[in-house]
């Protein structure tokens, strides 16, 4: 599992998709699969595109950049392992929680059902934005530049969330932990 940002947001390299491409191909040939979760970069890229943006990339690249990034995941769930690529909010579990309720389906199949068809519609997409530096009621993630301050305040929750959805470990990418937190 890839947990995001595997495209760079400013300077996209299409030499990515091919890579990502053959590495795919390689594990389902190993018997193995290979899951992508979408980072703030690939949905930065996302926005900026359907914005009519070409972010230096001829209009095949664009294609292909967007191919890939229709094949990634808001996250992967893997038995009680939780990947993606920002750190699990309550907001994020709540919403997860809500579907696997009203669905009764597996929770990867969020991706499908509400991710993917996300990447159609600007407005649905918009609740999958991290904003930095200002807190947006309708959005499920967002940047948590004080780990240890969120989860002291979010954090009896959050596990109570992980908890109901069977949730032991998160694997989570985004931005390196120096903290020790």
């Known amino acids: 599992v890839q947990t995001g940002d595997l495209i760079h947001k400013n300077a996209p390299n299409p030499a990515v998709v091919p890579y990502w491409q053959a590495l795919h191909a390689a594990a389902e040939a190993a018997g193995c699969s290979l899951h992508l979760v979408a980072g703030n970069h690939e949905l930065e890229i996302w926005r900026r595109l359907e914005d009519g943006e070409h972010l230096g990339l001829k209009r095949r690249e664009q294609g292909e950049v967007r191919a890939?990034?229709?094949?990634?995941?808001?996250?992967?769930?893997?038995?009680?392992?939780?990947?993606?690529?920002?750190?699990p909010t309550a907001k994020l579990l709540r919403h997860m929680q809500a579907y696997r309720i009203g669905t009764g389906n597996d929770l990867n199949d969020y991706n499908r059902d509400c991710f993917q068809a996300a990447l159609e519609n600007p407005k649905l997409l918009s609740k999958y934005a991290y904003p930095r530096r200002h807190f947006c009621r309708g959005c499920l993630l967002h940047d948590v530049p004080e780990p240890e301050r969120y989860y002291r305040r979010h954090g009896l929750e959050v596990v109570a969330l992980l908890r109901a959805l069977g949730i032991d470990l998160v694997v989570h990418g985004h931005r390196p932990e120096r903290t020790g937190v």
Do not use: C, E
């Not at 890939?68 to 750190?87: A, E, K, N, P």
């Open 68 to 87: 890939l990034i229709r094949t990634m995941r808001l996250f992967h769930v893997d038995g009680s392992v939780l990947f993606l690529h920002g750190y």
